[in-house]
C-alpha cells in the first residue's frame, strides 16, 4: 500500500501517531472542526499582492525594509508556481514505490542560484518568542520537496505574519508585518516522512493519553 502525505498530515502524526494511522489506514478522521474563512482570504489576496510586485522585478514593502532581502527576488515563473501553490498539486515527490509527498507552497524568493521558501502566516495577535516553532517541520518538508524536485535552496526559510493594527476612521484595517527567518533543514524533512512511512506501515499505535479524540470515544 502507498501513501498521498503531506505538511499537514504529517502535523497530525506528531500531534497524534494513531489518528494519523487511523485516517489514512482505516479512513477513520478526526470530526471536522470549524476554521475561519479569514486566513484562507488572506492567503489569496497575499498571492496576488506579492504577484503585482513579481511582476514588475521588484520586492513589496514589506520585504524592502529588511535588509537580508535586498539582494533577493521573487519567482516570476507564474505558470509553475500556479501548480506549487495548488492543494492538488504542490511540489510534489513519489519514491520508489509510490508513496507521495506533496505540499503547496505560498511563494519563492531567488537569491543567485537558490530558492529561498516564503509563507504568510495571518495571526490575530502579535507574534510570541516560540510562535515560529509551530512552523519549523512545514518548512523543512518544502525545502526537502523543491530539492527532491532538483532546486538547490538555502538552509532557511521566512515566515511573513500579518497582523491586526488597528482600523483607520475610513473603516480600512492596518496590519502589522513580522518577517522571521528559521533556520530548515531538507534532511529534517525528509527523517519525518520517512518516519510517517514507518508509522502507516507498522501497527496501530496505542491511544495518545493527551488527544481528546483518543481519549473521548475515538476509535
Not at 470530526?31 to 522585478?57: C, N, Q, R, T
Not at 501548480?83 to 505560498?106: C, E, M, P, Q
Request: net charge neutral; with cysteine.
Amino acid at each position: 500500500m502507498s501513501y498521498k502525505l503531506s505538511p499537514s498530515a504529517l502535523s497530525l502524526m506528531k500531534d497524534c501517531p494513531r489518528c494519523f494511522w487511523l485516517h489514512h489506514n482505516e479512513s477513520k478522521k478526526r470530526p471536522d472542526s470549524i476554521f475561519p474563512s479569514l486566513p484562507s482570504g488572506m492567503d489569496s489576496i497575499l498571492k496576488k499582492h506579492f504577484d503585482k510586485f513579481a511582476e514588475k522585478g521588484t520586492l513589496p514593502p514589506e520585504l524592502r525594509k529588511e535588509k537580508a532581502c535586498l539582494d533577493c527576488r521573487l519567482y516570476d515563473d507564474f505558470s509553475q508556481l500556479k501548480i506549487w501553490r495548488s492543494n492538488f498539486k504542490g511540489v510534489s515527490y513519489t519514491d520508489k514505490v509510490g508513496n507521495i509527498l506533496h505540499g503547496a507552497i505560498d511563494n519563492l524568493l531567488v537569491k543567485g542560484r537558490k530558492f529561498i521558501v516564503l509563507d504568510y502566516k495571518t495571526r490575530g495577535f502579535p507574534l510570541k518568542d516560540d510562535t515560529h516553532h509551530h512552523y519549523i517541520d512545514q518548512m523543512n518538508l518544502y525545502n526537502f520537496l523543491l530539492r527532491q524536485n532538483g532546486h538547490s535552496t538555502e538552509d532557511f526559510s521566512y515566515l511573513l505574519f500579518y497582523h491586526p493594527k488597528e482600523v483607520l476612521e475610513t473603516g480600512e484595517v492596518m496590519f502589522n508585518t513580522d518577517l522571521v527567518k528559521v533556520k530548515s533543514s531538507a534532511e529534517d524533512g525528509e527523517k519525518l516522512w520517512k518516519n510517517a512511512l514507518k508509522c502507516l506501515e507498522g501497527p496501530c499505535p496505542e491511544k495518545h493519553g493527551e488527544c481528546e479524540w483518543c481519549g473521548f470515544g475515538g476509535e
